[in-house]
């Protein structure tokens, strides 16, 4: 028997700063039998390896407890002591089999705010730059350019004697706008752009290191480098500061502090000019080698640091942004004297490093662009308000690597001046940064459309988890707009690993949510847009629900609770009648030809997330046991529903459109596919509202999208459970305008905020989250798998045999494991859709005659049920799973057509028009139909 695999407290493994006194533990059962599930567990958790290796759990023995419950177990010991390292184990029974796990590590952090000894600091006197950042108040039509200033990097240092080496040093640490600790010369750790951005009025994160192996008996030094990052006077914060606290425990235990206080000394250095928006410039003849280390003299220039007042510390429990890849250049082009642009053929957030030699004071200039001129030259419209601009000023010392520490830029080209001589083209890589989630997903299929477009959704979605998730990584902007966050869930979750990264979220939601339960449309609110569209504001409930639907995560639905019911309470106390007419600023954002909606009322988006909010806090509520407020809500959303309906259902299936003319009788596609998919059309004219989706989308728009970003979210899971997944299929994969193969022609290696390719100074980012909502379709839809139940306790496996696909596979990591599934057809049933739909019963019926298969490979984890959803049974003579009949020819007879005793895992097995059902436990499972 396997062991117990992925083991992680709190969604992390082996995490430094656990913040709360009661974690909780989850793990991946060992694989067992065909249908097999996880039986029993015991946790076993001590501050001695040793002495858990030998089976004591003197901290908490969970005791052998009966059950499949394998994700986010509640500590059930006494509470946690706080800054200390513990050692757990799980041992897992399946039947009478057990096996116990590697040992895993955690270590807590600081629970009380009395326990921080360190002081923050800074440095009084410092140079600075005065530009201006771009302020939104009010809405995005009263833009204004206000004042910032931008403090030329800080240095903080501060020697120190050990007696002898310590056996465990934790450091934590938060350096604001961005900070980069260092241990006698060396970087603690790899995060980039540390800490993530929040609200620092409310809160600061604070990371932590494990730098026992830089410390050593004798002489020491830390060292800080400060940058400005969004902790700047325009969003009302003010210079860059420090706070450091170190943990040292020795041999014969012994604890000692170390922390950040008035005895550290400070200076200015190479780092100069910093800002997210504007870039580096790094003078390397200012560099003070070894200033962060020990035996350094500091000259006159380094002068006591000073006590500030900082921010409220909470420990950074996501994973860190890190640099996860470095791109070379495709190629290099010399458009004009002196000037170099490099080409790296993809558009990606990150930075650009730099390899020289030349002369002392040579400035090497950097700008960064996702397009260029027809000269060859960076086309700088998209980038807007950034400056995008990086500086390097040689030292002469022989080879000098630059790379920025506390900017990054969104760009698929570099153009270089200044360089002493000729670059070669490894002169200039580019470094991929973004919060560092673990890949849960993973798509391909036999259409090279359909995977481009799940390239370009990754590299957009990479692109913009930022710490939060923003719109865009190249412009004067780079916000965490709700909406995009709130579009993109299901797309992120499919492909990431989400749930550190919401969990954090939902805390910058909640804390910017005002008393009266409205919310920004921008969170972290450094643009305080109050009150937000409902479309953006419904991320709070939508991430809240993404958290218990996908890694079954009820505990956060009770820390949120009274938020998201007074936020859907403050919407419906501004609805008239449950219609929300004034409230809504955006609503189906950039539908082809335009920014703002031109066939989806306002009133009509906004009313339609007040009863998809009020539902999924109906939901919430009945989840965490409050009956008398679920009931009060689900009436309420009934409520809202029948209100919509009577305003908006003009009758025979048909919704209420914005006319273009006063001839205007068309049908919209977000009009009749938001009803569809929320469920609130009346039965009796359920039929006729699909048959106007359809015309909207075949008949209105020959098949591409006319939608914005919120009916693109919801229309292709409207027409795939209304039985019309061909028609998404044929909307996804068109390559004329609009449409993502219209992008992906036009060069596009990310998403494009508009449909349209635009490179003005307008609104025209081609590197945007909010159109990567299709994405989902293709694991949902092309590979069919759907949760059932929370935490994937129970999920449907049902692939669309679409279009012209040939074959498709994917895999989803749930928290019990992976499902992967995998299948492919003969290829003369991989027609057009369009000319399937065509073709007529007589021609499907003389295909009946020909030689066909169809193949479906399934694994599902252990404690798992799967119901899977096979085509063509209209067309099969056989049914067979792992070479063995099970349906039809050369199947022992049972009822219903069955076989006989059938393989092990597998249980019902039914027919039901087209289409075999068959009910399966965990285990792989090989299908395969023919006729």
């Known amino acids: ?108 952090a600081i629970f009380d705010p009395a326990s921080w000894k360190a002081s923050w600091i800074t440095m009084e006197r410092t140079e ?149 928006y504007t870039g580096e410039v790094y003078d390397a003849r200012l560099e003070a080698r070894g200033w962060d280390c020990p035996r350094f003299a500091p000259g006159a220039g380094w002068a006591p640091a000073a006590r500030i007042d900082g921010p409220a510390l909470e420990p950074q429990e996501m994973p860190p942004i890190r640099a996860t890849a470095e791109l070379p250049a495709r190629s290099m082009a010399n458009p004009a004297p002196g000037v170099y642009v490099f080409d790296f053929g993809q558009n990606f957030a990150g930075v650009a490093r730099l390899r020289a ?24 419209g998209t980038n807007r308000e950034s400056q995008s601009q990086d500086s390097f000023i040689l030292a002469g010392e022989g080879l000098e690597v630059f790379e920025p520490r506390f900017t990054y830029h969104g760009f698929r080209y570099v153009e270089v001046s200044g360089y002493p001589g000729t670059p070669d083209i490894d002169a200039v890589r580019g470094v991929v940064l973004h919060t560092d989630l673990p890949r849960t997903g993973s798509f391909a299929c036999s259409e090279p459309l359909a995977n481009a477009i799940h390239s370009n959704t990754l590299w957009g979605q990479r692109s913009n988890l930022m710490s939060a998730p923003t719109d865009c990584p190249q412009r004067g902007e780079r916000m965490g707009w709700l909406g995009d966050a709130q579009l993109a869930s299901e797309e992120a979750c499919c492909n990431f690993d989400m749930a550190g990264f919401y969990t954090k979220y939902l805390e910058d939601i909640r804390l910017a949510q005002k008393p009266d339960g ?45 938020g998201l019911t007074r936020y859907v309470d403050y919407l419906d106390a501004m609805a008239e009648g449950h219609i929300l007419n004034a409230l809504g600023s955006y609503g189906d954002w950039c539908p082809p030809g335009t920014i703002y909606p031109k066939k989806t009322p306002m009133a009509f988006t906004s009313t339609w997330y007040l009863c998809h909010d009020t539902l999924t806090v109906s939901r919430i509520a009945e989840v965490l046991g409050k009956k008398e407020d679920a009931e009060r809500y689900a009436a309420r959303a009934a409520e809202i529903a029948a209100a919509f309906n009577a305003k908006f259902l003009l009758g025979e299936g048909r919704y209420a459109t914005l006319a273009m003319s006063p001839i205007d009788r068309s049908v919209g ?57 061909d028609v998404a299929w044929d909307v996804i994969t068109q390559k004329s305008y609009p449409g993502w193969g219209y992008m992906i022609a036009e060069g596009a290696t990310t998403l494009w905020e508009r449909w349209e390719k635009l490179a003005g100074m307008g609104m025209n980012s081609h590197n945007h989250i909010m159109f990567g909502s299709v994405d989902a379709w293709f694991y949902r839809g092309a590979a069919g798998i759907i949760p059932l139940e929370p935490a994937w306790k129970r999920v449907l496996v049902a692939p669309k045999t679409v279009g012209g696909l040939a074959h498709a596979a994917a895999t989803q990591a749930t928290p019990r494991g992976s499902i992967s599934v995998s299948w492919s057809r003969s290829p003369w049933l991989s027609g057009d859709g369009a000319k399937a739909r065509a073709a007529g019963a007589d021609e499907r019926g003389a295909e009946r005659g020909r030689g066909g298969e169809f193949r479906l490979s399934v694994s599902i984890p252990d404690g798992t049920s799967a119901r899977i959803v096979l085509p063509y049974a209209d067309r099969a003579l056989s049914l067979a799973e792992g070479g063995r009949a099970i349906w039809g020819e050369g199947a022992a007879p049972a009822a219903g057509g069955a076989a006989a005793g059938l393989p092990a895992g597998l249980g019902r097995i039914e027919r039901r028009g087209a289409a075999f059902e068959v009910e399966a436990g965990s285990g792989d499972y090989e299908f395969a139909l023919s006729w």
């Open 357 to 380: 030699r030349g002369p002392a004071g040579t400035t090497i200039s950097l700008r960064f662009s996702e397009l260029l001129n027809a000269e060859g030259m960076l086309h700088l």
């Open 1 to 108: 028997m396997q062991r117990p695999s992925g083991l992680r407290c709190e969604y992390s493994s082996e995490p430094l700063g656990v913040g709360t006194a009661a974690p909780r533990f989850s793990w991946i059962p060992p694989r067992g039998k065909r249908g097999s599930a996880q039986s029993a567990y015991r946790i076993l958790c001590s501050r001695d390896r040793a002495a858990l290796e030998r089976g004591l759990g003197e901290a908490w023995d969970s005791g052998r407890r009966e059950g499949a419950e394998c994700s986010l177990v509640p500590w059930g010991g006494a509470p946690l002591a706080e800054c200390s390292r513990y050692w757990w184990t799980v041992e897992t029974w399946n039947g009478a089999e057990s096996a116990r796990s590697e040992v895993a590590r955690f270590d807590t």
């Open 518 to 562: 409205s919310l920004s449309d921008v969170v972290p609110p450094y643009w305080p847009l109050y009150p937000a569209d409902p479309a953006w504001s419904a991320a709070y409930p939508a991430l809240a629900w993404a958290m218990y639907w996908n890694y079954g995560d009820a505990r956060i639905l009770e820390r949120h609770y009274g």
């Open 669 to 725: 596609q977000t009009t009749q596919a938001l009803p569809l998919f929320l469920g609130i059309v009346p039965e009796e004219q359920k039929a006729a509202a699909v048959e106007r989706l359809l015309e909207a989308v075949v008949t209105g728009a020959d098949s591409h999208i006319d939608a914005g970003i919120v009916g693109t979210r919801y229309l292709f899971e409207a027409l795939r459970d209304a039985g019309h997944a």
């Open 128 to 276: 600075f730059d005065t530009t201006t950042v771009l302020m939104v108040r009010n809405s995005i039509n009263h833009n204004s350019f206000v004042p910032a200033t931008l403090h030329h990097g800080i240095y903080l240092r501060r020697e120190f004697e050990l007696a002898e080496a310590p056996v465990r040093a934790v450091a934590h640490f938060c350096g604001l706008g961005y900070g980069e600790l260092r241990v006698n010369g060396r970087k603690a750790g790899d995060a980039r752009l540390d800490p993530g951005q929040t609200d620092y009025a409310e809160r600061a994160l604070y990371s932590s290191f494990d730098i026992t192996d830089s410390l050593r008996a004798g002489a020491n030094a830390f060292g800080i480098m400060l940058g400005n990052g969004r902790y700047i006077d325009a969003y009302g914060f003010g210079k860059p500061r420090a706070f450091l606290q170190v943990d040292l425990e020795y041999a014969d235990g012994r604890c000692e502090l170390l922390v950040s206080d008035g005895s550290w000394r400070c200076s200015h250095g190479a780092l100069r000019h910093n800002g997210i």
